[in-house]
């Protein structure tokens, strides 16, 4: 098993420089369906975007650990996060009416066990389930739709 099993897609960054880039963690959140994967999209509480759940480094946690921790907040999942980096795409975080963020989120794989009812972000975000090929075609950035394309937890070893 390599590292990355998803070949990582060129980032395209918009003409950002170095120190204006911030990173984040996100949470490709899967559970299996008869032996095939399905992928938990949830809405942006702005946009209603269909999202990974994803947040911003914390000090004395792993980014698999935050991008658990997020789809707690998020989503209400609980599971198991996986220490091995799928990938990273980029996006820009609106911040302001006129004003964006470029950031790169790292994705890392989390097998959901359960959702909970109650959660830090209940009702403030819609969720659904589904699988790769469909939930690919909901996100908008195309790095993100490339990980999800190729998300396979059995070559993973996951």
Do not use: N
């Amino acid at each position: 098993m390599s590292f990355q099993a998803i070949q990582q897609m060129p980032l395209a960054l918009s003409a950002a420089t170095k120190t204006e880039v911030r990173t984040q963690f996100a949470a490709l959140c899967y559970r299996m369906v008869r032996d095939k994967p399905e992928i938990l999209l949830i809405t942006s509480r702005g946009s209603g975007r269909w999202i990974m759940p994803k947040g911003w480094p914390v000090a004395g946690k792993t980014p698999a650990e935050i991008a658990l921790l997020e789809a707690w907040e998020e989503a209400g999942v609980r599971g198991r996060a996986y220490e091995q980096c799928l990938g990273a795409y980029s996006y820009t975080k609106a911040i302001g009416p006129e004003r964006g963020l470029p950031c790169l989120a790292m994705v890392y794989p989390v097998r959901v066990k359960t959702l909970a009812g109650k959660f830090p972000e209940a009702g403030q975000r819609k969720h659904k389930w589904l699988r790769p090929k469909k939930a690919a075609a909901r996100v908008e950035e195309p790095e993100l739709a490339h990980i999800i394309r190729g998300f396979d937890p059995h070559r993973l070893g996951l």
